[in-house]
């Protein structure tokens, strides 16, 4: 199955990314059937082949959710954005329940007293 996403170029630290049309089994650095733009979040440039991407979208081929969001930012796209990826939770830290010290002197009050 064909799908359209991002391939990531670059130096370290200095992100810049191709939107390539790839089988979605391929390895994201490797093999890909067409470049259709380019994307670059630091200085936030975007340059995309809209009839091409045209093209493939009328053929069905499937996005992934961040070139869906990228398309739909930029008014190419019509439709609402959709969650890319999703933070984990951070896990609750375990409240201590109290052994009940209220009760504890009740007790020794009343042993004395009987």
Known sequence: MLTIRLQRTGKKNQADFRIVLTEKENPVQKK????????NPRRKTFQVKEDRLKYWLGQNIELSATVHNLLVTKGLLDGKKVQAFALPKKAAPAEAVPEQPAEAPA????TPAA
């Open 32 to 39: 890909f059937n067409e470049v259709l733009g380019s994307y």
């Open 107 to 110: 007790l020794a009050a009343e």
